[in-house]
T-cell receptor, first 113, second 112 residues
Framework: KNQVEQSPQSLIILEGKNCTLQ??????????LRWYKQDTGRGPVSLTI?????NTKSNGRYTATLDADTKQSSLHITASQLSDSASYICVVSWDNYGQNFVFGPGTRLSVLP | DSGVTQTPKHLITATGQRVTLRCSPRSGDLSVYWYQQSLDQGLQFLIQYYNGEERAKGNILERFSAQQFPDLHSELNLSSLELGDSALYFC???????????FGPGTRLTVL
């Protein structure tokens, strides 16, 4: 069964600090992995997308890594800001007709002043 | 602004009633997805349409139905509403049958 797990479930850090969020998946055949940011009460917004051949992708202070062999991805946030407080969702896609993606449960990040 | 519009923004109704949520995808997008997000929960995929045809079905209840019209807008119909149906309902769209999904602002449904 295609599944995505994320850890930690929630995280509290101080403004200016770095943090790393984890995503583990059991998806086959793998197509791509996306990280989304969801502010409370708003729709998710895509941060990065990585295919099988990519092992790192950056978007400003956000850097995602992918290890397709171990089926793990991480999202590293550098120099956190209060506006980084949100849920971060990992979404993995596979090659298939019909439903071909699965959302992780998300990590809720709180950045405190 | 993602370019995806959803109406209404808020909806308050009573148990047993039926409501219709509407979504207009980004210009040029052929695929529409519907999601349910209950309080403090993750996004639950309900259903996907591509160019007017149902493409994928997730955890959609039999009391719920959807369709995509020739102009590509979509409607999600929720009937025999229960208290547990109270949630945020998001619509997303993408250019093709798979690909980056752009989410709308959501419709907040409250069932009393």
């Amino acid at each position: 069964k295609n599944q995505v797990e994320q850890s930690p479930q929630s995280l509290i850090i101080l403004e200016g600090k770095n943090c790393t969020l984890q995503c583990n998946y059991t998806v086959s055949p793998f197509s791509n992995l996306r990280w989304y940011k969801q502010d409370t009460g708003r729709g998710p917004v895509s941060l990065t997308i990585m295919t099988f051949s990519e092992n790192t992708k950056s978007n400003g202070r956000y850097t995602a890594t992918l290890d397709a062999d171990t089926k793990q991805s991480s999202l590293h946030i550098t120099a956190s800001q209060l506006s980084d407080s949100a849920s971060y969702i990992c979404v993995v896609s596979w090659d298939n007709y019909g439903q071909n993606f699965v959302f992780g449960p998300g990590t809720r990040l709180s950045v405190l002043p | 602004d993602s370019g995806v519009t959803q109406t209404p923004k808020h909806l308050i109704t009573a148990t047993g009633q039926r409501v219709t949520l509407r979504c207009s995808p980004r210009s040029g997008d052929l695929s529409v997805y519907w999601y349910q997000q209950s309080l403090d929960q993750g996004l639950q995929f309900l259903i996907q349409y591509y160019n007017g045809e149902e493409r994928a079905k997730g955890n959609i209840l039999e009391r719920f139905s959807a369709q995509q019209f020739p102009d590509l807008h979509s409607e999600l119909n929720l009937s025999s509403l229960e208290l547990g149906d109270s949630a945020l309902y998001f619509c997303a769209s993408s250019v093709g049958p798979d690909g980056e999904q752009f989410f709308g602002p959501g419709t907040r449904l409250t069932v009393l």
